[in-house]
């Protein structure tokens, strides 16, 4: 590059010496030509120190394009090694904890079961006694375990009974009466057990079945229902 300019810059000063001579004297010519050289010598220095200031600047860019791979690199390798550690860390954990991992396990169980009630509530609320009994059959089997299960069993026996068969609506609340005493929905399975054996025309069970859920429960709104079925 240098070449080229310097060879660029030697042409225009010999087409500037052949002008001067054609037009001056001899002084003048020489006088024009000396400033001639000394301005071209001048922008000769400008355009040389521009070009190795350009010159500088390209080799600065590719080593900073350098540094910035290397960079670059360096972070993906970081990147695939902390995720090798954490899964490494992760595979140890679960190894030596498998507490932790039975407790995830149940804990997804849950989840699954509160789901599959909520859909079955969805069922019953629309009336069809045959699916939601489905629904809630399908939980007491599948979710025994889980926290679900004793709601679960309560709305199976009240499925039975908008089905009307109130021999499975008493089998199952007296079940889950005896099983869930302390639960917050005992005293309307009482009720379910009483009206169901109301409607089979067993009124001395359903009369005894209203009183004891009376003296259990006697404030709830259940308790005021069977007062009713007594007194009529």
Same mark, same amino acid.
């Given at each position: 590059m240098k070449k080229v300019v310097l060879a660029v810059l030697?042409?225009?000063l010999l087409t500037v010496n052949t002008s001067a001579y054609?037009?001056?004297?001899?002084?003048?010519?020489?006088?024009a030509i000396i400033e001639l050289r000394s301005q071209l010598k001048a922008q000769q220095d400008i355009q040389m120190n521009l070009y190795d200031r350009?010159?500088?600047l390209t080799k600065e860019v590719q080593t900073l394009r350098g540094q910035v791979d290397v960079l670059n690199n360096s972070l993906g390798k970081e990147r695939e090694n902390a995720q090798s550690i954490y899964g490494s860390l992760q595979s140890r954990l679960d190894e030596m904890d498998p507490k932790a991992k039975a407790a995830q396990a149940v804990s997804d169980k849950e989840i699954a079961a509160e789901q599959e009630l909520n859909k079955c509530l969805e069922v019953f609320k629309k #009336?069809? &006694?045959?699916k939601a009994i489905a629904c809630f059959s399908t939980i007491t089997t599948k979710y025994r375990a889980t926290k679900t299960y004793p709601t679960s069993l309560y709305w199976l026996g009240s499925s039975y009974y908008m089905k009307g068969d109130f021999a499975k609506t008493i089998e199952t609340e007296n079940k889950f009466i005896a099983s869930y005493p302390e639960h917050k929905q005992v005293s309307e399975a009482y009720l379910l057990v009483g009206m169901a054996q109301m409607d089979s025309k067993?009124?001395?069970?359903?009369?005894?079945?209203?009183?004891?859920?009376?003296?259990l429960f006697p404030k #709830?709104? &259940?308790?005021?229902?069977?007062?009713?079925?007594?007194g009529s």
């Open positions: 030697g042409t225009v054609a037009l001056f004297g001899d002084d003048e010519a020489r006088k350009l010159e500088s #009336g069809d &006694a045959n067993k009124t001395d069970e359903a009369n005894k079945t209203f009183r004891k859920l009376i003296q #709830g709104g &259940a308790a005021a229902i069977a007062k009713k079925q007594l």
